[in-house]
């Protein structure tokens, strides 16, 4: 049996910066609303034509291969994570495959919403543990302004979301005493429609029934959230996958050098941050600057908090996330 570690990171945003009163400027809101009920600032939008959710994940991928150290023709596997696929299908896993070049190897899709990098970590991880495979290449990627109702009406979830890249590989670890020690996987689809884009999808309104109802009111096809019961049940989701993942390792919450939340919502981390009486120091958000970018903002934030010195090898990394699903993860890490 082996672990599997993190050998390299890489992220990419966009330039296009997108601050609070920029949409104010487009929709009923402020900069002092805004900040208040999520803590953000300003978000990445993309250039139309210029960036695809393909795209930023080759752009986060070349660095994190590069840090890594790993040839291109070494790396076994791809798992991509992303809401936002470029086409319904096939998903951007096959197109990440043919832009860097890769051999002919598997590349696997995650529809885990926010927890999406938690998820794909948790499978590539298995992966090398059973000796399957030596590198995989995790990705999570998103392109969610083109798909937000950026008028008065989706201002409650659109003001929230951004866009961006995040990777990282997976290289075998023969020190068990390193690398991943453990993931911790949950669900609950009872609340699946209190977070979601409900069409177009088979089981309710696809694409021809849109387009033959041609109805303005139509807002299944945009981003829909019960936010005051989704802030209720990330907070306790989060306290216990942590909890969960600090008991499997014999932790104790003075053992938590970094841990990196799921971006969702500043709010959320605070709150999470004073139940476990965490330090600044403990705790790495950055979601000021560039929003929720769902599956993405982990591997982003990972990255970011690795380049800022945060990181240091021996320190014991909590990775945490709640999202639409609902689905929840948490992985803990020796660095």
């Known amino acids: 049996m082996f672990h599997s570690k993190i050998s390299g990171l890489g992220f990419y945003v966009p330039d296009n910066v997108v601050t609070n009163d920029d949409l104010a400027q487009i929709m009923d809101t402020s900069d002092e609303w805004i900040q208040e009920r999520?803590?953000?600032?300003?978000?990445?939008?993309?250039?139309?034509?210029?960036?695809?959710?393909?795209?930023?994940?080759?752009?986060?991928?070349?660095?994190?291969?590069?840090?890594?150290?790993?040839?291109?023709?070494?790396?076994?596997?791809?798992?991509?994570?992303?809401?936002?696929?470029d086409y319904y299908f096939p998903g951007p896993g096959v197109s990440l495959q043919k832009e860097l070049g890769l051999p002919t190897i598997g590349a696997l899709d995650i529809r885990n919403q926010c927890s999406g990098f938690i998820y794909a970590l948790s499978i590539a991880d298995q992966y090398i543990k059973t000796g399957m495979y030596k590198n995989i290449l995790v990705v999570a990627s998103e392109l969610q302004s083109l798909g937000l109702d950026m008028t008065d009406r989706g201002r409650g979830v659109s003001v929230i979301f951004g866009d961006g890249a995040g990777a990282a590989m997976l290289s075998r670890e023969e020190d068990v005493t390193k690398g991943i020690l453990s993931t911790h996987l949950h669900s609950e689809g009872e609340h699946a429609k209190e977070l979601a884009v409900l069409a177009p999808g088979m089981g309710g309104r696809w694409v021809t029934d849109i387009l033959a109802d041609d109805n303005p009111e139509d807002e299944s096809y945009f981003p829909h959230m019960n936010g005051q019961f989704v802030f209720k049940n990330a907070v306790v989701r989060f306290s216990e996958v942590i909890n969960e993942g600090l008991q499997a390792n014999n932790l104790q919450v003075s053992d938590i050098d970094l841990l990196i939340p799921h971006q969702a919502n500043l709010r959320i981390s605070q709150f999470i941050?004073?139940?476990?009486?965490?330090?600044?120091?403990?705790?790495?958000?950055?979601?000021?600057?560039?929003?929720?970018?769902?599956?993405?903002?982990?591997?982003?934030?990972?990255?970011e908090?690795?380049?800022?010195?945060?990181?240091?090898?021996?320190?014991?990394?909590?990775?945490a996330a709640f999202g639409s699903g609902f689905t929840w993860g948490s992985a803990i890490i020796k660095w």
């Open 273 to 303: 941050q004073q139940k476990f009486k965490l330090t600044d120091d403990q705790v790495f958000n950055n979601i000021q600057k560039y929003g929720n970018t769902t599956a993405a903002s982990i591997p982003i934030a990972l990255t």
């Open 305 to 319: 908090a690795w380049e800022q010195g945060k990181i240091k090898e021996g320190d014991t990394i909590v990775l």
């Open 38 to 85: 999520t803590g953000i600032k300003e978000r990445r939008h993309i250039i139309r034509g210029e960036d695809t959710t393909t795209s930023m994940g080759v752009k986060a991928a070349k660095i994190a291969i590069e840090r890594s150290g790993v040839a291109y023709q070494d790396i076994d596997f791809i798992v991509f994570a992303t809401i936002s696929p």
